[in-house]
């Protein structure tokens, strides 16, 4: 639970020995663990706590679209919902979804909809239900992440996974994955997502103020974090198989 | 909306009332059971407190915020707790996105009347300068996976968030909110723990705690909530009628379940330090 | 109109002479008044008025459903639509309907609905409007009451009448019939309904505090002031008709 | 939303059509005859103010709220008076529910406009204390029943319940709203009385005060609201047209007509005592 | 731009030269500029300024209706959409369509539809969208003008133009077409319509408070004022096909 | 809502792809050109400030207006800019009437953030008082013809909208705002200008300005915003993806282009005294 009351931005964003406030390096991701299968109501379900955000994702389809018009005769389509949990952040959200919320699942959907196979599931929709229970700065990556590992758990063909990071800048420095309150109180912010497939970016905001040579530099940072972020989602669908496979071969003790 | 009813063929439908007729339910329960109760608390960092309680495979994750706002006038020295659920479309095929439906209405509406009239939250507690400033709770239930039975799941989810809580003291000086630096939790927050207890009826047949399925065939609910000592609130749902007699032995079974339950999950331990 | 101008709950809700505030014994209901035909555009329609509560309740169907999406093919479908006025009530209620209204529209739904054969009109609805013009407590159960003699006078087939009374605590005793001033500054609240053909409750809520000794007493206390009600709904009922029977035989003279 | 103009068949249409073109009305009306109005007064005790009206079938009750609240910065010295009008469901068929259609709006703002330039209300009076604290009057019609001609039923009803008010003289003490004991009542807060006649207008035809199926059939129609001796407010409504030779003559009646309507409706007689 | 800070009325609204405020005379019209064709995307169009009032109108159609339950199976429907732009106005007015809207756009609806020939059309929609761009009194007169205007640009078979204007009465004068200073600050305000083909008033509207003779006198100086407004509108209509005309020849060359 | 997507047909689409793929497009212009910039200031009397902007036919009217409020409290000195857009139904029988679509979000979005993290707005400025009073600046887009990228229309309109501007000059006297009979002007307001610059792509084919055939067929866009010498803001849409080499070559590109265009353009020109 929140141990300051007041949500102040710190004068500098490193700290004496040259770390992060949160004894990070430049370009060292904060701790990641994934899980998938963890909704048992899903097609598809993934958990990811990413740093202290803690992010729910859950795939239903391909089902029946509503409203009926929304759907397309040629081929299925792809709808994400990003939300955020009235209690995920310092001030309490209110319940409707907003308009970030709105923006964010149009920005993931755009980002995920490349790796699917959408013409083979025609009429028909996948519909990703993002729910940020906990945030803690970068949820549009870690929930891009997380909603690609959801989809991937739901056995939906897939040309690659999708994984997902922000790079950006604080204090003046170029640092990789960047928290809560360096994302407030920071200098540039720069989320992407690649489409591992043709290791394109199929997600990529900017917000700041960076020269050409630090975007140059920031885009190769990003790339550098989003290797080691498939790794882990990897591993995290291995995980399930593998625990799947233990209850087949125990059974057949 | 859905017809939730229709999610169930009639086969299955008489299956499983046929079993409950003898007494006996899918899951191998008696029909005064309830399913695993797991309680997880203070899990979400920006809450003031939090809790995630799985009932079988029901799931609802609870989470308290805080404001500073004025009294109500004809309350003057008393704070506020509002008390909000969420169906996520996450937690089902059969939730749909969009605003608050019948089926979450009633959810906070069940758990917010145990809680009201229970004498629960100390809301004189809640006062930080009468008339000026008082706390306004936030207890917003998210419920991430449905089986059934949310109301139960859900007055406990509230309860151990609201004990696990942890909210700033505030005070007033010159017209301006200070905070002290110390904090108020669970134990001045918290009196009485008001235990709802939700039983299906199909036919003759009453039974606790119904499962999805069950909650799909069966023809009415009905919540019961109690302290050590009190029936608080009583909440009929659904067609099913019930006769005098059978309400008077819910409310028994109520009384005793309650003291049993109550002793079992031990909710106080947790309780946060300030 | 109202003579307070302050909604300020009195001390002591008996009287020194042991009466309740308005004179009424401990089981004693207000005065109630029934009528059904008030709405000639309806297909059945009741007015009621119970001590200074105002209520009328008119019931179209079988017709149509809006949406569509709502009918259901095999089965009739009941709404229930319960308001109130926004002059009915102490402060000027908000004109749009708000929460409390269509929760307590949903219970009266629940509670109509053993009675009628809905399964023999597949595919439309019966629509019950209840306007609360004037409040002074117990609107839910007096709207239940209403909304059966609607639907009776509309020719619905009915397994039997509804009727409906709330019991309650108020410092410290049982009493039948909470006025709003007793339901607003009393202990406990106990609305209930009973669907006559089989003696049953169909609607049963409580809030407040009651030992299990009192409940079970507050229960038998309901029982009776049921029955007194029920006589007046089949009062109201017959003298409509035989209005109409005198009407036919005054045309043959 | 339904067609209302729909409901009436062809048939029907015609012969409605046929029978006023010589100025025979299905209900056996001349051409510039009102149905039978019914006027109860004070009949919600909840209310500050209250009046039933039927218009032969048509029926409507309006209610009467205030508020206190802060002026208009432009009008620091006077209160508001808003109304509003509900087509209640239950009153027709050919009602919905739903947020106020167009045809609510429509009788609300008929009847407001009447009012507004009439200078009926007395919004001075309605003025606590300048720049502080004023009067918010609300003027809530519900209909019913409607058998045609809400706004001429609406205006009379909105006027009656008006004059019956009764409201708490309050006065400003040391920034406080503190209440006199005393009451302001019909004759503090009206002055001029408009009515409101509505016309008809079928081929060539115009007629006063249209029942149901005359409004289903109709072209348009024409409301005119009238004092004593002004004429303050014009609507014309639907797709009919008019040429200015029959507005003219039609000004003429409703002056005419007003003069009529107001001695034998004699309104004053539903004020209340303080 | 707006020179003045408060919106605060004049205490007369005649110049001691007996003239009104801007100058004119007590008929005299402000100036009034009118184009056709100037949205390319829609199937008519039309350009308005009057006085100080900048108004767009579009029309799309025959099209289809959506939401289709709308259609009439024997008939097409008119539909107008009258907008006021946020900075139309001296206070910021709110994005959302508002009560004043709507119901001007019905009364623009129903002044225009005399003229049009909607049997033909079954099942399909004319969609008029007025948007008020600036504004300074009068704009339901100017924008009925200029959808009657882009409605013929569209070529839509028409009986006739339509033609608005308002009158009025300030500081105890009648005058014709009132400005925005003068229709607030004013005693009267008479806004009406006329079908051409059969010279009947399609709209009337009167606020404010005149005997007989004035309210006769002032339909009267409406009739003068609309017949200057149609010769407006019969040029600007004209203009275009001359322009086609030239450009038609100009490519003969 | 429609699919836009579906109103090219598919001949067409293949149409306009391969001859972009050869570099040549429906238009005429090369890969890197921009369609005419037409741009009028100060056009709309009731406005603060106002430019009408016209890139080939797509046409776009921004007004400004202000309110004057109190500060957000972290940022007790500075006013608020708040950017809006409406696609007019008017504009295109693409465009639907409603709340603001996702279209419609995401133009006021991006012209924000271009502005936001420009230093452009300068909100100190904006401050009439400390902690008490600052001008909230809406700077509303209006789009009047749609016919193919509204971001880099949107963006300049807004820009010359905000220079063409003059707003009353208020100072806070004994806690009431008075006005000083000065005014600010765009000189004030603004300082750095961000240009966008939006790119279509198809296939491997990347290309400036994107029409509205150009915008229907396209797999993605992105815009990118840049004052003279930096990025300040990127977002890509749709679900075209780019390789990083490609990114890399458009943001030197738009740095190019932004200088070029920024000369051209000359905003400041469109400056009124005060």
Redesign the interface.
Known sequence: ??LI?NDIYPEKLFREDGKRLDGREKNELRPIKMEVGV????DG?AYLEWG?N?I???V?GP?EV?PHHLAKPDRGILRV?Y?M????????KR??PGRREKEISMIITDCLEPVLFLELYPGTAF?V???V????GGTRCASTTVAALALADAGVPMRSLVSSVAVGKIDGQLVTDLSGIEDKAGDADLPCAITWFNEELSLLQFDGDMSIEELNESLLNARNALDQIHQLQLTALKSKYTSILEEVEGGED | ?M?IKRVISTIEKNYIAENLKKGERIDGRGLWDYRKIDISH?????????AEVKLG?T?I?T?????VGEPFP?LPDEGVCTI?A?L??????LF??G??D?QS??LA?VVD?GI???DCIQTKKLCIKENEAVYII?V?M?V????GNLIDAGGISALTALIS??I?EGVMKDGNLE?TGNYLNGKDLVKELPLIMTFGKIGDIIFLDPNLPEELVCE?R?SISV?K????????????????E???GL??RS?ELGREIRNKLDLWQYK?DK
């Open positions: 639970m929140p009351i909704i048992s109501n899903a379900s202290n803690k729910y994702a859950a239903y089902r509503h919902f939300r949990a009235t209690f995920s952040v310092f001030e309490r319940p409707a519909e239900f993002i729910e229970m906990d945030a803690d | 909306m017809n203070d899990i979400i960092k920006s809450a003031e407190g939090s495979e799931d994750i989470g308290i915020k805080y404001e004809d909000m969420e996520l479309p996450l937690a089902s095929p749909e996105r605003p608050p019948e209405i009633e509406r009347r009201r009239h229970a936030f917003d998210f991430m996976n449905y089986a809580s942890r700033p905070w009415g009905i302290t000592d009190k029936i608080v609130s009583i909440q009929k749902s659904g067609v099913a009628t019930f006769s005098i059978e309400i008077q409310i028994k009384m946060v």
